[in-house]
């Protein structure tokens, strides 16, 4: 017959064993700060990706978003009616925010002049900070940012669409790794739309992309930049030695004070970049080729590629290998940066970027002055 207490009765090894289990268990956190979603404080609202960055936010664990802020209360308002975020999260003051929500990180989603200011309010609480391409408006607040990460240490990462695409990591490690078609000689990228007003941008992100010293200038900054970002990645942050560029508005109705079609050339020692930017596009893309000395890669868009390397009777299109976990999406990217599993590097680097906009000031004076710029 059973004996309602003979659970309880336990060899003395049984009973030790459960003693020191409990005493490691309660050694331990109840839960540790990998295992914690990401605190992450949204600075400005008035760039349009914010949006997409928010329903990102909204589907993954991982990541929690902790304070909200723009001077804007009609734009706080309609975010936060959108999101369904309470107003305990709404700020119109960075300082305030910072100093009561405690991030983690700080994701900046303001225009490209004001990229400065909140990497100096964040650099004053070592906070990690990510923004929207491109780094700065001005070489001047480009070296300002670098200044403020060098002095706090913290690090500023640089948002591309393009840094998650496959077919871009693919191009790497057939130049880089593998070295499959040779020394580059030339590189091509075309980035552009139909324009902001066009595809119907929110207006609070149209008055500024179409403002020259927010944005610092039209489709040569907003789409021009990403050229350079690749180019400057592939070439291992060697500066060019040369910048010559044209610029025109083609639709002055709609963009009377900045250009809407740029073109871009890079000379290096043994290689030129031509960089074609615009917003007159009949439709959107990102596509970059690379020519080497033996060899070729072309991708067009994040999942498409093309090749033709030594031996090759005719070009391939080839399926891109996935990109490492970490390195997939700008959320999983910020997370590991924040938790110090790695730095910025590549083409999310602050190194990478002051060149960049080294780039696009070298371009703006070319196109100022009709004439070749070293930058």
């Given amino acids: 017959m059973h004996t309602p207490t003979r659970r309880y009765h336990r060899p003395m090894k049984y009973i030790l064993a459960l003693s020191l289990l409990a005493a490691a268990l309660s050694a331990q956190p109840a839960e540790t700060s990998e295992a914690k979603p990401l605190r992450v404080a949204i600075a400005g609202l008035t760039h349009g990706h914010v949006s997409g ?55 900046t989603f303001t225009n490209t002049y004001d990229h400065a200011m909140v990497v100096e309010a964040c650099a004053a609480r070592h906070l990690p900070v990510m923004m929207e391409k491109p780094l700065a408006a001005s070489v001047a607040q480009a070296h300002a940012i670098q200044k403020a990460a060098q002095r706090s240490g913290i690090p500023v990462m640089v948002n591309y669409e393009t840094t998650w695409y496959k077919s871009h990591g693919e191009i790497w490690k057939l130049i880089h790794e593998q070295k499959a078609a040779g020394e580059i000689r030339k590189m091509v990228a075309m980035d552009g739309h139909q324009g902001p007003k066009e595809i119907n941008v929110q207006p609070e992100f149209f008055a500024w992309l179409s403002d020259p010293v927010k944005n610092g200038a039209g489709a040569l900054f907003d789409f021009g930049c990403y050229g350079a970002n690749l180019m400057t990645w592939l070439m291992d942050n060697q500066r060019p030695t040369a910048v010559t560029a044209l610029a025109h508005t083609n639709k002055p109705g709609i963009y009377a004070h900045v250009d809407d079609e ?114």
Avoid: C
Wanted: charged share 25%; glycine share 10%; no cysteine.
């Fill in 262 to 375: 740029a073109t871009v050339l890079l000379q290096y020692p043994n290689a030129q970049g031509i960089i074609q930017a615009s917003w007159n596009w009949p439709f959107s893309r990102k596509d970059f080729e690379v020519y080497g000395a033996t060899g070729y890669a072309i991708a067009t868009g994040g999942d498409n590629l093309r090749v033709r390397l030594p031996g090759a009777k005719s070009e391939e299109s080839r399926t891109p290998e996935p990109l490492p976990p970490a390195e997939r999406d700008s959320i999983s990217y910020l997370t590991g940066i924040a938790r110090g599993r790695f730095r910025p590097a590549g083409l999310n680097s602050l190194e990478n970027n002051v060149i960049v906009v080294e780039i696009l000031e070298a371009a703006k004076q070319s196109i100022q002055t009709g004439r070749t710029v070293v930058p």
């Fill in 53 to 107: 960055f928010l329903r990102g936010a909204r589907n993954r664990k991982d990541i929690q978003i902790v304070g909200i802020f723009d001077p804007d209360p009609a734009l706080r308002a309609r975010y936060a009616k959108d999101f369904g975020f309470g107003e305990g999260l709404l700020f119109g003051q960075l300082d305030d925010m910072l100093g009561r929500v405690h991030p983690e990180a700080v994701a």
